[in-house]
């Protein structure tokens, strides 16, 4: 089939581009492509690396965050009823706004693209983030003088700190993987997605890594005041720089430019889940569905006017829980895997530190900050973080090995192993609670970290692709799901998952008397995932 001239310039706008962003000359493959087959060009090396930086970045404030948090809050005087409540706040925040924004920048306009406006916003925040729950302690007693008040302020402003990092960075995850998977090939995608899994976990070690040195008696310590002050300063200046990098890596095609034959669409009209193509924009766009006529109608035939662009709609939350609620079967099981697996892996991960210096070396958070009880806990905290960083390191490794074994056990088989894995190692921690056989099987968690980041977002890859084959074959009539909804979805689990340990972990701590429910509780929920993941979730052969 032949594409008529005036339709082929919006597909080689999307389809084929140099580094420059120029179009370049068709191929005759590309020629031969029906509307529902159009991909992105192949992605040098480079420009993945440089999509991967984000991750980076991003794991890079996690690790500093897991390291320092609970400490910080610890030492500032949080009452042991209120452990957990930390991490409680945000994720009510972006388990409700999480989706809708996904949708929202399925239809963002911005002459800069979908997603690369959000994910500016949201590195921002993530800055502001880290600056008040390191720095919080420290402003407030420059303020006050008074115990108790100078107490609660600095617990306030730690915590505030703390929900607006969590919710930035949780939240920045959807729109980073809808950005690859609107930029690359089905093959990119996978790449991409092996790579943020690598820069993911070297992030991570170098964070923890740097969590684990004590930086009070080295020049920067002494230049800026404290340790606190230090980690900021090294933060940011590695996040920004890798935020930088990511958004220069590859660049969108603005929705903005895109002509479009629309007529509007009345809002009672939006029941399918996460479609953009049916009903983009709050538009419905009309297709041609005889692929055998010479007139294919793409996105980009017809300028939009200024007063249809005034009456365009946005999903309302109503009308994307109903979406939600009608998910397909097999994403429904995915997220609820996903769910599982995020549960079991921040109930371990977020309180780590914490019982390496309660339960590992014996110390006490709650002693005089010049007790030896209090400083033997510092030193589990340090140990701790090393063994984050074992765990960081694993996770590169890990993502580089799934390469290897994705032929030969293919994604069932990795999903299952990281369950697996994760729950046994984190059982024999709470059984044998030891520091060299800990730090050991942190290696474990790194299995874990890099099954979580790449195995689900290939599956959605893979349901998304065979709904494009699909389509294309004639075999469906529905046009593909927006994938920033369907990421959002997925990664909104993360926001579920940390209510679920925020709620419930904090009443197991109290009732037991000691945080090595939380080890516990890890291990038994990473074995009921494996079960899942086994039996529920479904495979593209």
């Known amino acids: 089939m032949t594409l008529p001239k005036e339709t082929l310039q919006p597909a080689l706008a999307y389809e084929v581009r140099g580094m420059s962003g120029l179009p370049k000359k068709p191929s005759a493959a590309d020629l031969k492509r029906v ?10 090396t480079g420009r993945l690396v440089m999509h991967s930086m984000v991750m980076f970045g991003r794991e890079f404030c996690y690790a500093v965050e897991a ?3 609970m400490p910080v809050l610890l030492s500032v005087g949080l009452p042991r009823s209120l452990y957990s409540l930390v991490w409680f706040i945000s994720p009510v925040l972006g388990f409700v706004l999480q989706p809708v924004a996904g949708s929202a920048s399925d239809h963002c306009r911005s002459p800069w693209g979908r997603r690369r406006p959000y994910i500016l916003a949201l590195g921002i925040m993530m800055v502001l983030g880290t600056a008040l729950y390191l720095n919080g302690d420290t402003a ?11 107490r609660t302020w600095a617990i306030v402003i730690t915590m505030l700190g703390v929900v607006i990092f969590d919710f930035s960075a949780d939240f920045i995850d959807g729109p980073i993987k809808a950005y690859l998977f609107d930029v690359c090939s089905h093959q990119d995608k996978e790449r991409g997605l092996h790579y943020h899994a690598l820069f993911t976990g070297l992030g991570g070690a170098l964070g923890y890594a740097t969590g684990a040195i004590d930086w009070e008696p080295t020049f920067l310590g002494s230049l800026m005041g404290s340790e606190f002050q230090v980690m900021f300063f090294i933060t940011t200046l ?10 220069w890596s590859i660049p969108e095609t603005p929705l903005i430019n895109n002509k479009q034959e629309t007529r509007p669409l009345l809002k009672n009209e939006l029941f399918e889940y996460g479609s953009i193509e049916k009903y983009g924009n709050g538009y419905y766009t009309p297709t041609n569905e005889n692929h055998e006529n ?10 939009l006017s200024e007063k249809d662009s005034q009456v365009q709609k946005r999903m309302t939350l109503n009308s994307l829980v109903k979406a939600i609620l009608n998910m397909p079967v097999h994403y429904r099981c995915l997220c609820i895997s996903h769910l599982i697996g995020w549960t079991a892996f921040l109930s371990n991960m977020l309180f780590f530190t914490d019982f390496m210096g309660q339960i590992v070396y014996r110390g006490n958070p709650y002693a005089a900050h010049d007790s030896a009880a209090y400083l033997t806990y510092e030193r589990g905290v340090e140990i701790g973080c090393w063994g ?14 799934q390469k290897l074994l994705l032929p030969c056990i293919g994604l069932k ?7 697996l894995l994760f729950g046994l190692g984190t059982g024999l921690i709470a059984l044998f609670p030891n520091v060299y056989s800990t730090l050991a099987l942190c290696s474990l968690f790194g299995v874990m970290s890099s099954t979580l980041y790449t195995v689900p977002f290939n599956l959605i890859a893979e349901y998304h692709r065979e709904e494009e084959q699909n389509q294309a ?5 529905e046009h593909t799901r927006g994938k920033g909804i369907d990421c959002a979805a997925l990664t909104a689990m993360v926001q579920l998952a940390q209510l679920i340990v925020g709620v419930v972990l904090g009443f197991l701590v109290s009732l037991a008397g000691s945080v090595v429910v939380v080890v516990i509780s890890a291990s038994t929920v990473a074995l009921i995932g494996c079960c899942f993941v086994a039996v529920f979730v479904r495979y593209v052969e």
């Not at 509307?35 to 040098?44: K, S, T, V, Y």
């Not at 010479?294 to 300028?303: C, N, Q």
């Not at 074959?473 to 009539?477: E, K, Q, Y």
């Open 35 to 44: 509307p529902g087959e159009l991909e992105p060009a192949r992605r040098p």
């Open 388 to 401: 984050m960083c074992i765990n960081a390191v694993s996770s590169s490794l890990y993502s580089y090995l």
């Open 67 to 69: 390291s320092y948090v």
């Open 413 to 419: 088989g990795l999903y299952f192993t990281g369950y």
């Open 294 to 303: 010479t007139s294919v109608t793409l996105a980009g035939d017809a300028d």
């Open 238 to 247: 590695v996040f920004v720089g890798s935020l930088v990098i990511h958004l």
């Open 140 to 150: 407030v007693s420059a303020i006050l003088q008074s115990g108790r008040e100078k």
């Open 473 to 477: 074959n004639g075999l469906i009539s």
